[in-house]
């Protein structure tokens, strides 16, 4: 089997989170990179060094031995290369959430993808999370209908990245973006239904308050909360806190229905979790039915390869698997440019709501998602 050929656009942290999951593939190899900064080109080039790097984004597209891209860059570059992309080489893509931060991009956007002519998949990975994974393939059955849905994030600050650009909400969109558009896709996902109501609260409390740079001080939120109505009378909530590293688990997910509750528990990268505390704590799923009163904890190890592949639980690499499918004409988009476009919506929704103080009448049309069969860890 011919490998497939990746060029991967912005080789920072989570691009070469990218490059060493797709090393992983059976029949995929990561050929070009792109990025301006030198540093992170070389730091990518020592994980593939036979892929070709170069500064410019003309410059990889005009490479001859490439299958698809991975845009990876910083939130506000998305739409631009997207666009210099499809004018130039339409190759499939697999583009890092967000897809924009502008609002104003939206229309631009939805007219690129109507005319784009391959596959484009929203690199929303935390559907990938083995817990969770397991936690959207049981929830009908567990809830009986989902009416509540809690999700909480407890977790470090955001790390640092080339120029601090993740320190300010112009070139990220705003935390409720940049951060939680996977949590607004996995509670449309989770539901099955719309918003129409979304109201929150957040700001910058703790984090990054001493820092400055040639940008002036940051301005990216470190806590929320968030509350979405949705059209199908359920309710959603987001709990977001950055300066609760602290935790045993990062991510806690409770769906509840007439018949019960299921919570999936994800703990964050284990290359911070302090050694001296012996080994991390391990992903779980708990099942508690009404009746009769059974609380059951299933624990969902992720193999160790996986996890020293990246922060993200393994998701990553699962991800990558379904979308190496669709290249080789075997699967279907499982993350649509749809999906990363309402995430995004519902979160400049949510900002806006707690920039205003008030409750924001979400416009988005009534398609529900489908809760997709998820990856068996």
Not at 319 to 334: A, I, N, S
Request: aromatic content about 6%.
């Amino acid at each position: 089997m011919t490998p497939k050929r990746y060029g991967i656009i912005g080789c920072g942290m989570m691009g070469q989170e990218h490059i060493r999951n797709i090393a992983i593939l059976d029949g995929a190899e990561v050929t070009a990179l792109c990025d301006p900064d030198a540093g992170m080109r070389a730091a990518a080039q020592a994980l593939v060094p036979g892929a070709v790097a170069v500064a410019d984004l003309a410059d990889l597209l005009a490479l001859p031995d490439l299958d698809a891209l991975v845009i990876v860059s910083p939130n506000d570059c998305h739409v631009a290369q997207m666009e210099q992309i499809a004018a130039t080489r339409p190759l499939p893509l697999l583009v890092e959430k967000p897809l924009f931060t502008d609002p104003a991009d939206a229309a631009r956007l939805a007219a690129l993808h109507a005319r784009y002519p391959a596959p484009i998949w929203v690199a929303m990975e935390y559907r990938y999370m083995p817990p969770i994974a397991a936690l959207l393939d049981k929830v009908a059955e567990v809830t009986g209908g989902v009416r509540m849905l809690t999700i909480r994030e407890h977790r470090f600050p955001f790390l640092d990245k080339v120029g601090g650009w993740n320190r300010y909400n112009a070139r990220t969109g705003g935390t409720l973006v940049e951060k939680c558009c996977h949590f607004f896709d996995l509670m449309r996902l989770v539901v099955g239904a719309e918003p129409v109501r979304i109201m929150a609260s957040g700001a910058q409390d703790v984090n990054h308050k001493a820092e400055d740079a040639a940008d002036g001080p940051p301005d990216i939120w470190d806590n929320a909360y968030v509350i979405v109505d949705f059209a199908n009378g359920a309710r959603g909530m987001l709990e977001l806190c950055m300066f609760a590293e602290g935790s045993e688990f990062q991510e806690e997910i409770t769906a509840i229905g007439p018949l019960g509750k299921i919570e999936a528990r994800v703990p964050g990268p284990t290359r911070f979790w302090p050694a001296d505390l012996g080994p991390p704590p391990v992903s779980r799923v708990i099942v508690s039915p009404r009746h009769p009163k059974r609380p059951q904890m299933l624990e969902i190890p992720v193999d160790e390869a996986l996890l020293d592949a990246g922060d993200h639980n393994g998701s990553t690499f699962y991800q990558h698997q379904k979308f190496l499918q669709v290249l080789r004409g075997q699967g279907t988009v499982e993350v649509s440019f749809d999906d990363g476009l309402r995430a995004v919506l519902m979160g400049q929704a949510a900002q806006d709501s707690a920039l205003d103080g008030r409750v924001v009448v979400a416009d988005l049309p009534a398609q529900a998602p489908q809760v997709q069969t998820p990856v068996s860890a």
